[in-house]
């Protein structure tokens, strides 16, 4: 697995969500997520390599480690936003979409809300 791939391609397809203001990079262990010159990192290879540690397989453990690192994005820019981040089609204003992460055929899937009607398009990253 190449994780500094990975980080790269998430943050890519993370820059074209987020809100304008808000700017997404990575390194070698981290998505960084910058806010007006406020840090957060979101430590996904560690999450990575502590759920193989347990006994997740590989792709198990991408896919858990992604989710939940998208679900501290998702609280970041809440907080930021100072409202539920993404905000969703037809979710009350105090609703969060769902934040949803799948592994299919060596592809990473990350959408929010409904799978038929995403927030934002899917997000396809491929592992290979």
Known sequence: MNTR???EDLAI???????ADVTVSADDRYVIV????RFDY?????VIECN???GHNEDQAIQI?????IDDLQDILTEHTTWPWPPGQGLAP???ASVNVELVSDALHIWFGDRRN????VITISLE
């Open 65 to 69: 480690a992604v989710e939940r690192k």
């Open 34 to 37: 910058d806010i007006g010159g």
């Open 52 to 54: 193989i540690e347990i």
């Open 118 to 121: 995403p927030v934002f398009p």
């Open 13 to 19: 397809n993370l820059q074209r969500i987020v809100p």
């Open 5 to 7: 791939r990975l980080l």
């Open 42 to 46: 979101l430590n996904v290879v560690d």
């Open 94 to 96: 105090s609703e969060f």
